[in-house]
């Protein structure tokens, strides 16, 4: 039976005869229902209709559907020890990008900030032998897909190995995580925040959102929690969630600016 993805948010549900009647994620007043109605393609029918790319940003070798799919992240690899962290998942898995990531070391984990860039999280732990899937516990119920290589951690930090620690701000999701690399940036660290902490444009910023599509902003609670998650952190870098939406230098100092900046604005 076919595996069917959601056309706007890109989560993958399990197989099944005919496509889900509803997408959680969707219904969710952070997403949104497709304005032509709730749509689904099975993975075949993804798979001939865009194609995985691979290049790198900012040092890091990231992978993202072309033409553009869903919400249109792409997933980031972290280098650490004897293979990769895949950070945050994209909805596709191919031969050639699995042959790609293997030609890197391969995955060791996978980590994911939030349910909007669950995707085909399964398919990639399996290609790499079931390696770990690192979701927050506290957004257990949006898994689309349950798998067994799916660990729910809890608390505030999960550390996957000496270089790399996951971190849950909350915000944007209750578990909403961020990845930090403290040999990223030249030894400097690195966070990466997918849009937990958004980079902004201008790539100066970053800013804090509880629903991007439906514009509900994040209270100022919540924003000053993301702001302790990180205060003890060193890092030179953010790396966001698109295609050449990072901070390449200086960012401790621009992410403290920036929830001075939001906070001073929802004042």
Same mark, same amino acid.
């Given at each position: ?45 993804? =798979?001939?209709?865009?194609? @995985?790319? /691979?290049?790198?940003?900012? #040092?890091?070798? &990231?992978?993202? !559907?072309?033409?553009?799919? *869903? ?102 999701? =209750?578990?909403?995580?961020? @990845?930090? /690399?403290?040999?990223?940036? #030249?030894?400097? &660290?690195?966070? !990466?925040?997918?849009?937990? *902490? ?70």
């Amino acid at each position: 039976m076919p595996l069917w993805t959601c056309e706007t948010c890109g989560a993958q549900f399990s197989d099944s005869k005919d496509p889900p009647a509803v997408c959680p994620i969707c219904e969710d007043e952070r997403q949104y229902v497709n304005w032509k109605g709730q749509t689904f393609l099975s993975r075949e029918t993804l =798979a001939q209709r865009h194609r @995985l790319v /691979w290049r790198e940003d900012l #040092g890091l070798m &990231g992978l993202a !559907l072309e033409p553009g799919f *869903a919400i249109g992240q792409r997933a980031l690899l972290v280098s650490d020890g004897e293979g990769c962290v895949m950070w945050d998942c994209v909805p596709l898995m191919t031969a050639e990008a699995v042959a790609q990531v293997r030609s890197l070391g391969g995955l060791k984990a996978i980590a994911i900030s939030h349910p909007h860039y669950y995707g085909a999280l399964a398919d990639w732990s399996e290609a790499f032998g079931n390696v770990p899937v690192y979701l927050h516990a506290d957004d257990r119920r949006w898994v689309t897909r349950p798998h067994p290589a799916i660990v729910h951690w809890s608390g505030d930090h999960h550390r996957i190995s000496g270089d790399v620690l996951l971190v849950r701000g909350g915000g944007h999701f =209750a578990g909403a995580t961020m @990845l930090h /690399w403290s040999r990223g940036a #030249g030894g400097k &660290g690195a966070l !990466l925040t997918g849009d937990i *902490a958004q980079v902004t444009m201008d790539r100066r910023f970053v800013s804090f959102m509880y629903s991007y599509p439906n514009y509900i902003p994040l209270n100022a609670a919540a924003v000053r929690r993301i702001a302790d998650s990180v205060a003890p952190l060193a890092f030179d870098r953010i790396y966001g969630a698109w295609w050449g939406r990072n901070i390449e230098s200086g960012a401790k100092a621009a992410f403290a600016e920036s929830v001075a900046r939001y906070l001073a604005a929802i004042a």
